[in-house]
């Protein structure tokens, strides 16, 4: 791209150019508010048409694209989704209609609200269902506060407030059980990256309120262990939670339910299909056993003599936002379920155990795989053998955008050092896995001979390193033009 082109909006300004022509007003104007609310020195450019057209254009082509590109963040919904389900959350009758409306002027929205009730509670095993939750760690915390309803309902609100927690869970899970009013104690885990089962056990005791599980776990392992852990729990009186963000390498294969689970959230954004760049929509259903159902926020809906409608749980912990969730997502989500279908469910988890397998059998002799055996839906590797030579997760991560690949979730799990999560996720061909792993193979040939060459990358992207920390930290919300020479 020419330099020219890489110039911000107000800088391509030239006085006197105009975008648009505003005709005259055929209504009356609208008085202006008190002068001493006004600016008189806003600088805004000025620039023709064709100007705006081609820079937001270019813009555009600089985003990364799952429909142009590969990225290896598949489970958390950076995968391709039937466009399909976007058309159907966009029909007039679901996107133009308001939640305050009569609930008998909505009732095919209820509908699916309600079919979709059901379906996650068939495909989880816990038949207690809200969809009002808008995201997963609001799904978490609906869930603890269904666990510490249930415990105060039995006059032990005050001794169980401990949440056990596994050192390799998402960070939200510590967070959610803080805000619900939990102490929280982080059980380690063992050398094969399961669950330490004898720590387990010295932890869980009669201030145990719930134990949260991310299963698979974050390092894409399924818990061998896990009736027995569930076990241990419900023999201390306590609750067990399992954190669905990785439900898609169980569907159809696994119910949670089954498993000893009595609780649950579902990213419906992650494993039900909703394109999830830039930090939502989200929705984060909470699932829970039948004993439970009561406690679930509302609103939830029930059928009634063929007529759908809103309604609250008797013991309901209360509302997490102002109406039904979030609907559109909702709507994806059922459409995606109802396209695949019960087969087509359990080729989403088969596939994406089959292709995570895959990468880890080919990179495990230029990567060190986090915990060698068989994993689920994404494999952790780590760049340890390349950090030898100097060359860090983040290197490699920022070299693979010279080669048109996003890069994968970096230093994640904790308990891994230099991480690298690979999700290759269920949708993606053997062809562009097996030119993935080519990339991958030819950077870790470079760390070898060229470390410089990765310190250095990306080299072609319009941005190459930037500081992060500062970003974050002192953030530029607003464009200043720089100061004349």
């Known amino acids: ?122 495909i989880t095993g816990l038949p207690g269902v809200s969809v009002g939750p808008l995201a997963g760690a609001q799904g978490e915390f609906a869930g603890l506060l269904i666990a510490r309803a249930f415990h105060e309902d039995r006059g032990e609100g005050a001794v169980r407030n401990v949440a056990l927690i596994p050192d390799s869970a998402h960070g939200t899970n510590p967070a959610s059980a803080a805000m619900a009013g939990l102490e929280v104690v982080t059980v380690p885990s063992d050398e094969h990256g399961n669950v330490s089962v004898d720590d387990l056990r010295n932890l869980a005791n009669e201030r145990t309120a719930v134990f949260m599980l991310t299963i698979p776990n974050t390092v894409g392992l399924f818990e061998p262990n896990i009736l027995e852990i569930t076990k241990i729990i419900h023999d201390t009186g306590g609750l067990v939670y399992a954190d669905g963000a990785n439900l898609n390498a169980l569907l159809g294969l696994a119910k949670l339910g089954e498993l000893g689970f009595d609780i649950a959230h579902s990213n419906l954004h992650k494993t039900f299909s909703t394109p999830h760049g830039g930090g939502g929509p989200g929705s984060g259903p909470v699932l829970v056993t039948e004993e439970l159902a009561k406690y679930l926020p509302a609103p939830i809906v029930s059928e009634n003599d063929g007529k759908f409608v809103l309604g609250s749980p008797d013991r309901t912990v209360g509302r997490l936002n102002g109406f039904q969730g979030s609907f559109g997502i909702v709507v994806r989500a059922y459409t995606y379920i109802r396209l695949m279908g019960l087969e087509g469910i359990k080729a989403v988890a088969r596939n994406a155990i089959i292709n995570a397998n895959y990468v880890q059998s080919q990179l495990k002799d230029d990567f060190d795989v986090a915990y060698d055996r068989f994993c689920m839906h994404e494999t952790v590797m780590s760049a340890r053998r390349q950090k030898a030579n100097g060359v860090s997760a983040l290197d490699i991560s920022k070299r693979l955008i010279d080669y048109g690949i996003h890069p994968p979730t970096m230093y994640f799990p904790l308990i891994v ?62 464009w200043e033009p720089e100061a004349a020479d």
Do not use: W
């Open 1 to 122: 791209m020419a330099a020219m082109d890489r110039r911000l909006l107000m800088e391509r300004s030239v006085a006197g150019r105009r975008a648009v022509t505003v005709p005259e007003p055929d209504v009356p104007l609208t008085p202006l508010p008190d002068a001493s609310l006004l600016r008189d020195d806003l600088l805004l450019p000025e620039v023709t048409e064709g100007e705006v057209v081609r820079y937001f254009t270019l813009l555009s082509q600089l985003n990364f694209s799952v429909d142009t590109q590969y990225y290896p963040l598949g489970s958390c919904t950076m995968k391709y989704n039937p466009k399909l389900n976007d058309e159907m959350a966009s029909l007039p009758g679901f996107s133009e209609i308001h939640p305050l409306q009569a609930d008998e002027t909505v009732q095919g929205a209820l509908r699916v609200i309600h079919e979709l009730q059901e379906m996650l509670g068939e």
């Open 417 to 478: 050092p230099e991480a690298l999560m690979i999700e290759p996720t269920e949708t993606e061909s053997k062809e562009t896995l097996d030119a993935f792993i080519a990339v991958m193979k030819k950077i870790a040939e470079e760390a070898d001979a060229s470390p410089e060459l990765l310190h250095s990358a990306p080299h072609n992207a319009a941005n190459t390193r930037l500081d992060e920390a500062t970003a974050a930290r002192k953030p530029v919300l607003r």
